[in-house]
Every structure is written in structure tokens, then in C-alpha cells.
């Protein structure tokens, strides 16, 4: 039973289209977590949520909006996509806000044409 | 200059190799120090932890925080092929603007070869 799972794990879109990912944690936990990964490996946290209430947003171009329906569930949408934006995005989730145990999500990766 | 350096490597080592890996930081607000591990097209899963100075060990696996040089290691002993991935230190604070938040290294790409 997969603890953090993403849809789609493959996007392939072009430059100016929206798309969204999604994510679902089964474990139970108050926090979830967008982070990016570039072609370099670095992985940075873009938005978190705590209980559905937005509590880290990062410097992250506002064409990127999440949205949490639930404490289970962690949208990310995309709006107007740029060749920058492909990345693999990864949903990850911890206890509660002051966790630092997070549990990552396969990732979704993006490419942008 | 990032927050948190770390070498990408890429390393190669020997099967039964102690691999040493490290991170430094300037953010002297850091108090938790982990290690995730990340298999390729996987996502990172986190290996060990560390609260503020000291030293920890797990199996195979010994991490060190050095706080007063703001230095932390990750060594392996014995090291297999199936140790072969990327290694990422990541940090958080207890409070302020780094609270909740991770900042990880860039990853260091290791792979052990039989």
C-alpha cells in the first residue's frame, strides 16, 4: 500500500498549456509538502500544508497554485507552462509542520516542450 | 552560494569501500540534520537523522554533526552495490524561518561497484 502516491508520474506537455498533479498520503499525517527537483538534483521546497492551510510558499512564480481539498490530498497546478518548468516534482508529507521525518511521493516528471 | 554544499560527485568505490559523505552549511539555525537516499527515477527516502551534535549509527550507517564547524558526515561501512544511489543531507531549524522546512544538498551520486 503506497504511503504517498502522485498522478501522472509522466506529463509531457507544450510551452503555454495548464496542467495539474495531484498527490495522496494514506499515512495519517497534518503536513504535506511540493518540492522541486532540477536537472541538477537540487531539490527545493516550493508550498506546504498544514491541516489545508497554506503555511510555506515559497519564492515560486504565482503560476503555480496549490490547493489542498483535504489533509490527505495536496494538488499542484500549473498554469501558462515555460520550458523552465520542467522538473520532477515530488509530494512528500510528515506528521505535523515540525517534522523533520518526510515521506516522499515518486515523483511526477514534467517536461515541457 | 547555497545554504546547504554538497559535493555531486559522482564517487565510485569498491565493493566492502567505507564511502564518507559530506555536507557543510552556513545557516546556524540548522538543528536536525538527515540523510535521505534516492534510487534513480525514485523519491528520496530518509535513512537516519540527527538532532544537533553527535553522532548516530544504524547497521551499517554512521552519521556525525559537527555544529561548531557546521560540517555533517555520513559514513558507510562495507559498502554493497545495492548502496549505489544519491545521497542527499537535508537540515531544518527547531524555530524561525527555517522551521518545517528541509534544505537539502545538491546530492552526492554514488555508485559501488563489484
Known amino acids: 500500500d503506497t504511503a504517498v502516491s502522485q498522478t501522472p508520474k509522466y506529463l509531457v506537455t507544450q510551452m503555454g498549456n495548464d496542467k495539474s498533479i495531484k498527490c495522496e498520503q494514506n499515512l495519517g499525517h497534518d503536513t504535506m509538502y511540493w518540492y522541486k527537483q532540477d536537472s541538477k538534483k537540487f531539490l527545493k521546497i516550493m508550498f506546504s500544508y498544514n491541516n489545508k492551510e497554506l503555511i510555506i510558499n515559497e519564492t515560486v512564480p504565482n503560476r503555480f497554485s496549490p490547493k489542498s481539498p483535504d489533509k490527505a490530498h495536496l494538488n499542484l497546478h500549473i498554469n501558462s507552462l515555460e520550458l523552465g518548468d520542467s522538473a520532477v516534482y515530488f509530494c512528500?508529507?510528515?506528521?505535523?509542520?515540525?517534522?523533520?521525518?518526510?515521506?516522499f511521493g515518486p515523483g511526477t516528471r514534467l517536461t515541457v516542450t | 552560494q547555497e545554504e546547504v554544499e554538497q559535493d555531486p560527485g559522482p564517487l565510485s568505490v569498491p565493493e566492502g569501500a567505507i564511502v564518507s559523505l559530506n555536507c557543510t552549511y552556513s545557516n546556524s539555525a540548522f538543528q536536525y540534520f538527515m540523510w535521505y537516499r534516492q534510487y534513480s527515477r525514485k523519491g528520496p527516502e530518509l535513512l537516519m537523522y540527527?538532532?544537533?551534535?553527535g553522532n548516530k549509527e544504524d547497521g551499517r550507517f554512521t552519521a556525525q554533526v559537527d555544529k561548531s564547524s557546521k560540517y555533517i558526515s555520513l559514513f558507510i561501512r562495507d559498502s554493497q552495490p545495492s548502496d549505489s544511489a544519491t545521497y542527499l543531507c537535508?537540515?531544518?531549524?527547531?524555530?524561525?524561518?527555517?522551521?518545517?522546512?528541509?534544505?537539502f544538498g545538491q546530492g552526492t551520486i554514488l555508485t559501488v561497484h563489484p
Open positions: 537535508a537540515m531544518m531549524g527547531a524555530g524561525g524561518t527555517s522551521y518545517g522546512k528541509l534544505t
Open positions: 512528500a508529507s510528515s506528521q505535523d509542520r515540525g517534522s523533520n521525518e518526510q515521506y
Open positions: 540527527t538532532y544537533s551534535s
